[in-house]
């Protein structure tokens, strides 16, 4: 693949920063601890000082080469807090002094929220950094699987964490939460008891699973658990207004509506982001993990390497393309414009690589035509007959791929050699 500048470009606009390698909770669908990769042994626990500079050089790099305004760091772990506060006063102030005026850093930090205080707080005021805390709903929800290494739940630790973030007059703007679906909640129940946190925004995100390891579906609940489970809190979140931002709706919006997709998830955009391991370690999305061990490690490191690198693997480029690479049958599908296949990692199978359609397929088909109805009854008559667009019901969509079913078997060298 030829490298371009332009919106085509292949490039990286958002690292995913992995400081520490360990984690003070072990919840039990954890891709790095949980799902079958075990690499984070041989990881330092943090990243020292030296991989820290090279890699806001590597950026630095990238960045005149591509010529990138807005650059977005994501502090990650493992639990990021446990790195200690000046490790985040030198990152900040060397990737200032490296990167302004021509490029301006952004700054976010996903921690698990039970080590927070009013210090915290203050710091992360003080540095910019954009604060998102995981939480995965009601106590008794969130104690099923986001528990310690003991097999304690963590609800009482973390929304001691969001009470003091959600006081603080420091903090940029109120955390947002990361949630993990857990599809045996009351999705109003969550609903609600998000609304009472009154977040800036929330992540849902559908649980890490592919056709080798699926995801739950407890008997009880329907075909299409996850998108029933999105769909009701759609419709409370879509008729209240939006009282705060949920980021897989938002983008599925903007995408139906031709407004652009921004998700690093769904959608036929480039996915330009990339991870840093404690050791400088250059490696496509984490949640790649769970399609076997050490499956990321893509043998680039930014202390010898420069970004662009990660897209001469097959690997990297595979992620930053996966919304046009995808198998024969989701190119036949008819939101394959605002799905984009699916999340990589969803796809995989060990008989097959990446040559399939999302394993939460239908689910996806389920959520979109529902958005997509919803948003189309909204508008006036006249207005939606000038778009020129039709009502397609999950039904009809099912039925146009269930007459596709042939192209499942369509062989795909490229998405195979991925194959155990
Ligand atoms: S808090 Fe995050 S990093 Fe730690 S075990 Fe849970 S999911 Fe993994
Ligand atoms: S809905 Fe299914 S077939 Fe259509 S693009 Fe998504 S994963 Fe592929």
Same mark, same amino acid.
Not at 12 to 22: G, Q
Not at 47 to 58: E, F, G, H, P, Y
Not at 92 to 104: F, G, R
Not at 267 to 276: D, F, R, S, Y
């Given at each position: ?116 205080? @009013?210090?915290?707080?203050? /710091?992360? *005021?003080?540095?910019?950094?954009? &604060?998102? %805390?995981?939480?995965? =709903?009601?106590? !008794? ?119 652009? @997709?921004?998700?690093?998830? /769904?959608? *036929?955009?480039?996915?330009?982001? &990339?991870? %840093?391991?404690?050791? =400088?370690?250059? !490696? ?124 499942? /078997? ?11």
């Amino acid at each position: 693949m030829k490298k371009v500048n332009g919106a085509n470009a292949t490039k990286c606009a958002l690292l995913v920063l992995k400081i520490a390698s360990r984690c003070n909770l072990n919840c039990t669908y954890c891709y790095m601890y949980n799902l079958g990769d075990n690499t984070y042994r041989n990881q330092p626990k943090v990243m020292s000082d030296n991989v820290v500079t090279a890699l806001i050089r590597k950026v630095k790099n990238h960045c005149i080469t591509h010529d990138i305004k807005v650059f977005d760091f994501n502090f990650h772990g493992g639990e990021p807090l446990l790195v200690g506060m000046d490790f985040f006063k030198k990152f900040v102030s060397k990737a200032n002094d490296l990167l302004l005026p021509e490029t301006t850093p952004i700054f976010s930090i996903q921690t698990n929220g039970t080590l927070l205080d @009013d210090k915290w707080c203050e /710091l992360f *005021g003080e540095l910019n950094i954009h &604060l998102g %805390i995981s939480l995965d =709903g009601t106590p !008794e929800i969130n104690d099923m699987y986001r528990i310690d290494h003991a097999g304690r739940g963590s609800y009482t630790d973390i929304i001691r964490g969001i009470k003091v973030a959600m006081k603080s007059d420091k903090l940029l703007n109120p955390p947002g939460l990361l949630s993990v679906i857990n599809i045996k909640s009351n999705p109003a129940e969550v609903y609600n008891h998000f609304l009472e946190i009154n977040p800036h925004n929330v992540d849902f995100l559908i649980p890490d699973a592919n056709y080798d390891s699926p995801p739950l579906k407890p008997d009880y609940l329907s075909e299409t658990p996850y998108a029933d489970w999105l769909i009701e809190i759609f419709d409370l979140w879509f008729k209240e207004k939006k009282p705060f931002g949920v980021n897989i709706f938002e983008s599925l919006v903007a995408a139906i509506l031709g407004k652009g @997709d921004q998700s690093d998830v /769904l959608g *036929g955009a480039n996915k330009e982001l &990339l991870v %840093i391991e404690t050791n =400088g370690g250059i !490696e496509p999305v984490g949640q790649l993990k769970i399609c076997k061990n050490g499956f990321t490690k893509i043998g680039i490191n930014v202390l010898e390497n420069e970004l662009d690198e990660a897209f001469d693997n097959d690997l990297g480029l595979l992620f930053h393309l996966s919304g046009q690479k995808t198998c024969q049958y989701c190119k036949a599908c008819p939101i394959l414009n605002i799905c984009g296949g699916g999340y990589l990692p969803h796809r995989y199978s060990k008989v097959n690589g990446f040559n399939n359609p999302s394993i939460y397929c239908k689910d996806l088909v389920k959520l979109i035509t529902h958005i997509q109805n919803k948003l189309f009854s909204a508008l006036p008559e006249a207005l939606f007959l000038e778009t020129g667009a039709s009502m397609l019901t999950f039904e009809k969509a099912m039925s146009i791929m269930d007459s596709n079913r042939h192209l499942l /078997l369509v062989e795909d060298e490229e998405l195979e050699e991925f194959a155990k």
